[in-house]
């Protein structure tokens, strides 16, 4: 095995609680690749190495093999609940009221614990797409966004922590005009909101947003999700791992573009969640943040690798009379009905 990375020299980012959570966790979703069984194994190898975070969810459909994992990592003193930050999130088909308490009880049960540290609504509508549905699918029962449909899942959510079964409740895949409209309205505010982030998706706006208002961004595909569905895939998308920019700061540091990728995250001040079942690559991906930092013109030259190039666009979510999947992203600045 390889040497492990002691969990108390990874870096911290602080929630606004002021509970301090790693500045890294590992993803969990497979992209339809990889099996139950394989990802359970890396999560197993990933504490084992000193990963502390793990982005789980139920629409991944393997939780309950991640959740054995955890209960064998615990009972043989590997690590302790404290130490593990365990995020879940609850899927478009249970927004409904009284079903995100189902969702939330059915992930506890299948991760094996008592309370998640953070559940996310994982997309912002009740649309739901078949598993493994072609990319221009779309349901006819799916809706644009409604505040008052969202504040309804968001009224459940804080019920789980009024009822302590969650720790903190958070948003994921939103936008500034969504945020503006809900935000006042929350009686708990969001501790953390996932987004796609990348050197070529960096969301300066949506991001600082966040950061501005004491929310943690958690940055997803942080290597630009290279082996993603490929329902997610069009031509014009651009690969991280080959922008220009990260290739030579790879050259210069003798490592992998994808560490450049989460060296970039971290320093910039998301918490990515990169996925890897590969040995190799998931202890890379963690012990890149303990060591050789990029430098400020380094962190500069990737400011410049942007191409605004979101990968994972969600037209399965669409409505029927919707244009196209920018309208899931409220590209005019405005909540598109
Ligand atoms: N909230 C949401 O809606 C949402 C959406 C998407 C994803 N997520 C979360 O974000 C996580 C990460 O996103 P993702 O899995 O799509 O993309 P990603 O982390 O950007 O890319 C993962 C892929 O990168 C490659 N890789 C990983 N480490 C590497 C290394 N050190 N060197 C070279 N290649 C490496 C692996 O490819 P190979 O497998 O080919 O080796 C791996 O499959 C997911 O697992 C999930 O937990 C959340």
Not at 159 to 174: A, E
Not at 175 to 191: F, G, S
Not at 310 to 335: C, N, P, S
Request: charge should be negative; proline fraction near 6%; glycine fraction near 6%.
């Amino acid at each position: 095995m390889i040497a492990p990375i002691d969990p108390n020299t990874v870096p911290k980012k602080t929630l606004s609680s002021g509970e301090k959570i790693p500045c890294i966790g590992m993803g969990t979703f497979g992209s339809d690749r990889f099996s139950g069984a394989e990802i359970a194994d890396a999560v197993a190898g990933a504490i084992r190495c000193g990963y502390r975070m793990f982005d789980c969810a139920a629409v991944y459909g393997n939780e309950d093999r991640i959740g054995t994992v955890f209960a064998q990592a615990m009972e043989e003193g590997v690590v302790k609940r404290e130490e593990l930050f365990i995020t879940s999130k609850v899927w478009n088909d249970m927004h409904g009221r009284g079903d995100v308490l189902i969702s939330c009880a059915k992930t506890l049960k299948d991760l094996r614990l008592d309370v998640v540290d953070l559940f996310f609504v994982h997309w912002p509508f009740a649309n739901y797409h078949a598993p493994g549905c072609s990319g221009d699918a779309r349901n006819p029962d799916s809706k644009p966004f409604s505040v008052e449909r969202f504040m309804d899942t968001w009224r459940q959510m804080e019920n789980l922590v009024d009822k302590g079964l969650v720790r903190y409740i958070g948003m994921s895949s939103m936008t500034i005009p969504k945020l503006d409209a809900v935000l006042p309205l929350c009686r708990i505010k969001p501790a953390a909101i996932e987004m796609e982030l990348h050197p070529g998706f960096q969301q300066e706006a949506l991001f600082n947003y966040c950061v501005e208002r004491d929310i943690q961004p958690i940055g997803f595909c942080p290597i630009g999700s290279p082996t993603r569905p490929d329902r997610d895939k069009t031509e014009s998308d651009v690969a991280d791992i080959e922008l220009p920019e990260v290739v030579s700061i790879a050259k210069a540091h003798n490592v992998h573009p994808a560490i450049i990728c989460l060296k970039w995250a971290v320093q910039r001040g998301q918490i990515p969640i990169p996925f890897a079942v590969d040995e190799n690559f998931y202890v890379s991906n963690l012990r890149c943040v303990t060591e050789d930092p990029l430098t400020d013109d380094e962190m500069q030259s990737l400011t410049k690798a942007d191409c605004n190039c979101r990968l994972i666009k969600g037209q399965v979510f669409l409505w029927e009379h919707a244009k196209g999947w920018e309208d899931l992203w409220d590209i005019d600045g405005t909540i598109t009905k």
